[in-house]
């Protein structure tokens, strides 16, 4: 496996991939026609993969000349992904493509999950939709690409932390299994759902 920076013709295959890993995720458990919520799901992974393109922080892992993985790494200390990073990514023409309720429950979700960041500033990388595609899960491949992260983060000249949220049980175990740590858990209630949402720290080795 190697892994590249990402291009605007990866955009479709990535945004795919994205939903295939995403779509059963538990912050996305709305209420919503099974229609709706793959056009929006589908939509809202498209403009977020163009704008972390644009940012120049979006990978590809590829194998045997095929996809298998993806994410989004952003060093927050130089750069930051922000309202109008999606507008010239296509946020305002796809938004009256999509339905406004359904939009509205995800982006309120989306919201109070990233809220549990906010404590913590902007000096560190943040790691975002980390996804090995369905078909290549249980080989190992996850824990690859977090080591390529470390090893990346950690030939910086300075310490820098990784931190990153999720919202899945058998993602913070993934996550603390490769040796991050959780900072915070919360919890919030939308309707009759309680969503949690546990954030993650690695810190680099370097003194």
Known sequence: MYIKKATLSDVKQISDSVYEAFKEYELFAIKASN????SVLKELFKLNTIAYIQ??????????????????LIDLRNRSIGISDFLKAGALKALFQMNILTIGQIMNRLIKANSALKDYGKDYYYLDTLVISPQHQGNGLGSKIIDYIKDLIE??????????????????????????????????????????????LYQTSQL
């Open 155 to 200: 030939s910086e000249s300075e310490k820098v932390d990784l931190r990153l949220i999720t919202n899945s049980d058998i993602n913070a175990k993934f996550y603390t299994k490769n040796g991050f740590v959780v900072t915070k858990k919360s919890s919030f209630d939308v309707l009759d759902q309680r969503i949690t949402t546990w954030c993650f």
């Open 35 to 38: 229609q709706s919520k793959e």
């Open 55 to 72: 940012k120049d922080s979006c990978y590809v892992c590829i194998e045997n000349e095929k996809l298998v993985g993806t994410f989004n």
